[in-house]
Every structure is written in C-alpha cells, then in structure tokens.
C-alpha cells in the first residue's frame, strides 16, 4: 500500500498508539502512514493527545522497548524532566486522536490494520459479535485485525470472516 491506515480502537491514554508510531518511525514508514486512535472517553483522549506520562511508567515502557526489539533507546522518542516524560511531537504528527464508540458509531473506513486490545473482554458476546463485525467492515482487502492474549474470535457467528495468522495461545 502506498499509504498505511492504523485504527487503534479503544486507545486509552494513547501508550500502544505511540508504540505503534515509533515502529512505524523505525521501519522508515512514518511518513507514508496515519494512526487513527479512539476511544469512548474524552479524558483518556485528551490525555493520549497530551502524551506526558509520569516517570514510573519510563522504567516498564524502556523494559517493552527493548523486549520488542527496539532499534535505538527509548530516549529517541521522549524527553524527560519534572517527573515525566513526554513523547516526541515529531511523532504525534501522524497520530489522529478522535472520539468513537464501538457500540454505536459507525465503521472507521478502509484500515489496513485494526487493534483493539482488552476491549472485548468487557463485552458481552453479541456485543463482541457486532464489533467484530465492525472491525470486518472497516478493513481493506488483506487487512489485519489484532486483540488482546485474552481475547478470541471462537464461539462467535461471525469467526469464519477472520483467518487467525498468529496466536500467541
């Protein structure tokens, strides 16, 4: 694609979305992506907009860096002081931080990547069915869909739209 369209649904305070930036700013291809972040609540938004998070969360997020295989240092991407970091504008440029509810709104067009992790788990099953649904709809041709370790397509009417390419159970 000359063009890659993220949707990180149920984003939170904006954490995965700017692990996602910076992997996209490690494999050179930054500039040709946009990373839509939602959630339902306007203050983990506003929060994630922000993106300055207090010094005790530096330690893990250095520690899934280098887990994740990091090129680089952490430090790359934020800067300390006061007790907090802060992400590097640079990389808040590409990210669109916007409110949307899975439950009711509509599809988010067009993805070729959707992640919503630990969201589904609080669903009940008709409720996880009409997301997933949503997810199918919003994707291109070929697109991936990621969730969370606790979450699971089985049992659901609509599984068979989804092809499990990786699991990590």
Request: glycine share 8%.
């Amino acid at each position: 694609h000359p063009f890659i369209k993220i949707w990180h649904a149920g984003c939170s305070t904006g954490e995965e979305a700017y692990s996602m930036a910076i992997l996209l700013q490690e494999e050179g291809l930054a500039d040709r992506a946009v990373i839509y972040a939602t959630d339902i609540n306007s203050k983990v938004l506003d929060h994630a907009r922000k993106g300055i998070y207090h010094e005790k969360m530096l330690a893990p997020a250095r520690e899934n860096y280098r887990a994740s295989g990091g090129k680089g240092q952490l430090e790359d991407f934020i800067s300390t002081g006061y007790e907090r970091f802060m992400i590097d504008p640079a990389l808040k440029k590409n990210i669109v931080f916007t409110a949307h509810d899975l439950v009711t709104d509509q599809v988010f067009g067009e993805m070729q990547l959707v992640i919503c992790r630990n969201v589904l788990i609080y669903f009940r099953r008709e409720l996880q069915a009409r997301v997933l649904t949503l997810f199918y709809q919003s994707l291109d041709m070929g697109g991936f869909l990621g969730l969370g370790i606790k979450e699971s397509l089985s049992a659901l009417p609509n599984q068979n739209s989804f092809r499990i390419v990786d699991s990590a159970v």
